[in-house]
């Protein structure tokens, strides 16, 4: 089944102390992206990658590092976390940067405390 | 980054056509709009996208305005599964082009 998972679903964290989300395609994608999603501010777009080793910054990616060592892999880190990053995390995949659907993940709570 | 404007939300009865509309005022001519949608507690998922002719596929259908500044997701048959958040986006090949930027979307209510 074509799918992108995310791992973990859940995570309680407190400040300042490293962690990873891992994000999955199956489908071969090279475009794979990173959206947190807060209450009145809608999906913004943290980081996002066209291809192996190929990364940019989206719109907030502040405070988020990624990388792109596999096609099918693109882990979220927070070296440091902070408070403001309790957030609702989606990962997406698609074909191509443009016209190709987008394939969102199921999405990690993340609550820093 | 061309923009999209939608309303904040809308209203619709059980079975009755829903005519979503988005503004993209700033489209340029390399523009693919895209519409997605979220149901509560899920990510988002594909509706339908286009470049310049309307699109239909077994899910809803996209008219797009002749001038490309605007466009409207049309459910044929609004059914209470279809409330959700609908998001029109533009995807750009042009400078950013891999910036994927999401408004706020409209939330649709659908009144059994």
């Known amino acids: 089944e074509a799918q992108v998972t995310q791992n973990p679903r859940y995570l309680i964290t407190v400040t300042g102390k490293k962690l990873t989300v891992t994000c999955s395609q199956n489908?071969?994608?090279?475009?794979m992206s990173w959206y947190r999603q807060d209450p009145g501010l809608g999906l913004r777009q943290i980081y996002y990658?066209?291809?192996?080793?190929?990364?940019d910054k989206g719109d907030v990616p502040e405070g988020y590092k990624v990388s792109r060592k596999e096609k099918r892999n693109f882990p979220l880190i927070l070296e440091s976390p902070s408070p403001n990053q309790t957030s609702l995390y989606f990962c997406?995949?698609?074909?191509?940067?443009?016209?190709?659907?987008?394939?969102f993940g199921p999405g990690t709570r993340l609550l820093v405390l | 980054d061309a923009k999209t404007t939608q309303p904040n939300s809308m209203e619709s009865n059980e079975e009755e056509p829903v005519h979503l509309p988005c503004n993209h005022s700033?489209?340029?001519?390399?523009?693919?709009i895209h519409w997605y949608r979220q149901l509560p507690s899920q990510g988002p998922e594909y509706v339908i996208h286009?470049?310049?002719s309307n699109v239909n596929n077994r899910m809803a259908s996209l008219a797009i305005a002749e001038d490309r500044k605007s466009s409207t997701l049309i459910l044929h048959r609004a059914t209470l599964r279809d409330a959700a958040v609908y998001y029109c986006?533009?995807?750009?090949?042009?400078?950013?082009?891999?910036?994927?930027?999401f408004g706020d979307g409209t939330t649709l209510t659908v009144k059994p």
């Open positions: 997406a995949s698609s074909l191509d940067r443009v016209k190709e659907t987008q394939y």
């Open positions: 489908m071969n994608h090279e475009y």
């Open positions: 990658s066209m291809n192996v080793e190929v990364t």
């Open positions: 700033t489209i340029s001519g390399t523009d693919y």
């Open positions: 286009g470049l310049t």
């Open positions: 986006i533009l995807r750009s090949i042009n400078t950013n082009a891999g910036k994927s930027t």
